[in-house]
Structure formats: structure tokens, C-alpha cells
């Protein structure tokens, strides 16, 4: 499956937080029937998909924050592997994690983070509603 971010070459980690922040925003806009939104203040990006929220991007923050929905078992799994993950901020610990975008974590990581987020949300909308977004099933 080439993701959003398959420009780049696995395992490969950014030179800098702001270009791994790009990287998700564009990433994010790119995913089908994305909508990008500022709920809160136009330093934090919202994307949403089906009227529900699937990344949160702090835009002005070093080194930047990106806050996804995620597998309970796996997020527990991600804040004790990796020092740059932890339970989602302002969010349900158990189902949301916040990732700090430093150079030290991998691009791969987080379009995997990103594309599951988004389809959790997806799988969430009620089939009869649920627009055809192209997921793999």
C-alpha cells in the first residue's frame, strides 16, 4: 500500500520537526473526504472525516504535536516503546494518543498512526451513511 507520505524512504526520519509536520498535514488533506477545520484557534489544525475528528496538528508548536485516534491495545503498546508517544492530550488516554513530531520518530510510524486513525473513524460511521472512501477491507 504506498500512504500519503510514500515519497520517502522507510524508516526514514525528517530533518526537522516542521518538515515532519508538513508531511502530516499534507498527508492528512490528501486522505479521502478529509475536511480540515480550526474549532479551537488557527494554530490548531482539525481534521475530520464523516463530521468526526481523526488527527488534531498543533501548527506553531516546536517541535509540534500530532494527536490521533488509536487501538487501546496498541496505543498502551506505543507509550511504552517509544518516549515521543504518550496518552492522547485533552483526550480519552485510552483511545487517543499524542505524538511528539521530533526527527528522532520515523515517518513510517506515524503515516501507519495517521491511516489508522483515520480509519478507525471511518469504521465508526454508520454503514448506511458512510460515504465510499475507498478503505481496504
Same mark, same amino acid.
Given at each position: 500500500?504506498? @500512504? ?9 526520519? =525528517? ?10 498535514? %499534507?498527508?492528512?488533506? *490528501?486522505? =479521502? ?5 480550526? $474549532? ?11 463530521? %468526526? /475528528? ?8 516546536? =517541535? @509540534?504535536? *500530532? ?20 496518552? @492522547?492530550?485533552? /483526550? ?10 521530533? $526527527? ?7 503515516? &501507519?498512526?495517521?491511516? &489508522?486513525?483515520?480509519? *478507525?473513524? !471511518?469504521?465508526?460511521? =454508520? !454503514?448506511?451513511? %458512510?460515504?465510499?472512501? @475507498?478503505?481496504?477491507?
Amino acid at each position: 500500500r504506498a @500512504g500519503a507520505f510514500s515519497d520517502v524512504s522507510p524508516r526514514h526520519h =525528517p530533518s526537522d520537526a516542521s518538515e515532519l509536520r508538513e508531511r502530516v498535514l %499534507r498527508a492528512c488533506a *490528501l486522505l =479521502p473526504g478529509a475536511e480540515l477545520t480550526y $474549532p479551537f484557534d488557527e494554530d490548531t489544525a482539525v481534521f475530520k472525516v464523516g463530521a %468526526r /475528528m481523526f488527527a488534531v496538528v498543533s501548527k506553531n508548536d516546536e =517541535p @509540534g504535536q *500530532l494527536t490521533l485516534k488509536c487501538n487501546p491495545d496498541y496505543a498502551a503498546f506505543l507509550t511504552q516503546q517509544f518516549d515521543e508517544i504518550i496518552p @492522547g492530550y485533552h /483526550m480519552n488516554k485510552r483511545h487517543w494518543i499524542t505524538i511528539t513530531l521530533t $526527527p528522532s520518530i520515523s515517518v513510517d510510524l506515524v503515516e &501507519e498512526l495517521t491511516t &489508522e486513525s483515520y480509519e *478507525l473513524i !471511518v469504521a465508526a460511521i =454508520p !454503514v448506511h451513511t %458512510r460515504p465510499d472512501f @475507498g478503505l481496504r477491507e
